[in-house]
């Protein structure tokens, strides 16, 4: 869509490629990522009764700049018996499996990077590259604490994939698309159209959907907050153990690196289930462009919904990491193997009979 | 079973619980205080910096006494007739220059030792506490006004002074012990 945008635009495919590719990058990416860390700090400071950066600019707003700017003058430490390659590989590994998401990805109805038909599978395919760049990572850096680390980190997030992909499938079951942009259409209309409302469904099966779907809602919240190493799954990098995991040998803009990454996946994770359950970027109450007749505005309202849903999650998360406490191994491998992954199985199953009414 | 799903209730309420805490908590006025720009009320009997009116100083050498750590360095020399010192605000007669009053502020204590004793209530704690320097001799504090060359010429006018009476007592005396030699000889 985009693409043939530029293509038109631009008359050459690769310039038109390179535009489409950059483009959520620098317009979305970097900015939420400024943004998000800004507010990470303020929301825990607040939550703690502090009150957080206050000295760059108003109540500290430029201080994520700053902090970008003393990144990048820092060193950049490589210690002797690191092994070079896959040390200066994997962070940008990382942070390619979290970017790529974006390119599924539907930001309005007009927007998105590639209209591909199989857009959630290629989401949970291309996300699973993370692992290896932490692995990597934990591995290069040749230090006990990043390995262990990165081994933790491995073991959470192929644990945490099953229960996302078992609701991702009971999403299916009822949609019968794996587009994300039609995913979304198929819930267009008001809000109880949303797939945490039972979807297009009507009837008795609507009703009976309801309660599934919000069971299904919270599998899959719990589980994505897993996969992105957030407390409180984030024993891979836990600081009070394990110095700070799999980037503690990383430093300056490697590790900035990382942290971009981090911030990126949390707006990713939470635009997933914007699109599979809340509508994605469909306005819960209409548009004002159809109302004032401009037909150019729609999409930036879908925008404004868009990015206002994901950052209500990606609020949440922040909520839940300065309220609960880290989970041990053990409480966390029980968690998704005892818990959400039975959950997810009984859920899919009893979606698919309500389907079958 | 039953266990089962009890935990589940469990781990979710309190789960809502812990977030209803933090989440009342967000709007909670924070207790920061903006140190620099803004100063924490101390309590009125709080001890910090030292500070020697000097004005009010007669050097007698109290305070320097007190001090458990020796921090307090006094030095005084005596007035010669016909210079006036003035009073101190209590109303005391000053007659001595004090040609040096060093506080060593990086040896103190701050016990408030010294500020009892002095009979003019001349030393006392102050309320600053911003006082670090990057060189340990900077935080010798010296209290007298005088500048250098006053105080060589204090002493120098002291010392002229007990030569000057030195001498006229040794001439006293020398007339006296020739009277004596001459009323001998008679």
């Not at chain 1, 009822?174 to 942009?181: D, E, P, V």
């Not at chain 1, 942290?259 to 996946?265: G, I, K, R, V, W």
């Not at chain 1, 209409?286 to 007749?293: E, M, P, Q, S, V």
């Not at chain 1, 922040?318 to 191994?329: E, F, G, I, N, S």
Request: hydrophobic fraction near 50%; include cysteine; charge should be negative.
């Amino acid at each position: 869509m985009i693409f043939d945008f530029f293509t038109k635009l631009t008359g050459s495919e690769i310039s038109a490629s390179i535009i489409s590719a950059l483009l959520p990058l620098f317009l979305f990416v970097l900015p939420f990522a400024l943004i998000a860390v800004l507010l990470e700090r303020k929301v825990s400071a607040h939550i703690q009764d502090r009150l957080g950066p206050m000295r760059v600019g108003y109540h500290g707003i430029l201080q994520t700049l700053a902090d970008i700017l003393k990144l990048i003058q820092k060193e950049d430490i490589i210690a002797d018996s690191n092994d070079k390659p896959l040390f200066n590989i994997a962070p940008v590994l990382v942070f390619a499996g979290s970017y790529a998401v974006f390119a599924a990805i539907p930001f309005t109805s007009s927007y998105i990077g590639s209209n591909i038909n199989l857009g959630l599978f290629y989401i949970i395919g291309i996300s699973g590259i993370v692992v290896i760049g932490i692995l990597m990572a934990g591995w290069a850096s040749n230090n006990k604490y990043t390995l262990l680390g990165a081994m933790r980190s491995a073991a959470q997030l192929i644990s945490y994939e099953i229960p996302t992909l078992m609701i991702v499938v009971t999403i299916l079951m009822i949609t019968g698309t794996l587009n994300l942009n039609e995913l979304t259409e198929m819930q267009s209309g008001f809000f109880w159209n949303w797939m945490i409302f039972g979807g297009q469904a009507t009837g008795i099966a609507k009703i009976l959907l309801i309660p599934f779907m919000i069971v299904g809602f919270v599998v899959i919240y719990i589980s994505t907050l897993a996969e992105v190493n957030r407390t409180p799954f984030d024993i891979s990098e836990a600081e009070s153990e394990l110095v700070s995991g799999y980037h503690t040998e990383y430093s300056g803009m490697k590790f900035a690196i990382f942290f971009l990454a981090e911030y990126a996946n949390m707006f990713a994770v939470s635009a997933i289930v914007v699109v599979l359950f809340f509508g994605g970027y469909l306005s819960p109450i209409g548009y004002l462009g159809n109302t004032l007749g401009l037909p150019w505005l729609i999409p930036v309202e879908q925008l404004l919904w868009f990015t206002f849903k994901g950052v209500a999650f990606v609020l949440v998360q922040m909520w839940l990491r300065w309220t609960l406490p880290r989970l041990r191994v053990d409480q966390l491998m029980a968690i998704c193997w005892k818990y959400l992954i039975p959950i997810a199985f009984v859920n899919l199953l009893i979606v698919g009979l309500i389907t079958l009414i | 079973m039953k266990e089962y799903f009890n935990n589940i209730y469990l781990a979710f309420s309190t789960i809502f619980i812990g977030m209803m805490v933090t989440f009342k908590h967000l709007f909670v006025p924070a207790v920061t205080i903006q140190y620099p720009n803004v100063k924490p009320q101390l309590p009125s009997r709080e001890r910090n910096r030292l500070y020697v009116n000097m004005d009010d100083c007669i050097g007698c050498d109290q305070c320097a006494r007190a001090c458990p750590v020796n921090c307090i360095e006094i030095e005084t020399v005596k007035s010669i007739p016909g210079e006036d010192l003035g009073q101190t605000t209590n109303g005391k007669r000053k007659a001595l220059w004090v040609t040096k009053f060093d506080i060593d502020i990086a040896k103190c204590f701050y016990c408030e030792l010294c500020v009892f004793p002095c009979p003019t209530d001349c030393i006392y704690m102050t309320d600053v506490y911003e006082f670090s320097e990057f060189e340990r001799d900077n935080l010798i504090y010296d209290f007298v006004p005088l500048t250098e060359e006053e105080r060589i010429e204090k002493k120098e006018n002291h010392e002229k002074f007990m030569a000057e009476k030195a001498a006229q007592k040794e001439a006293e005396l020398k007339a006296k012990e020739s009277k004596n030699n001459s009323q001998d000889k008679k």
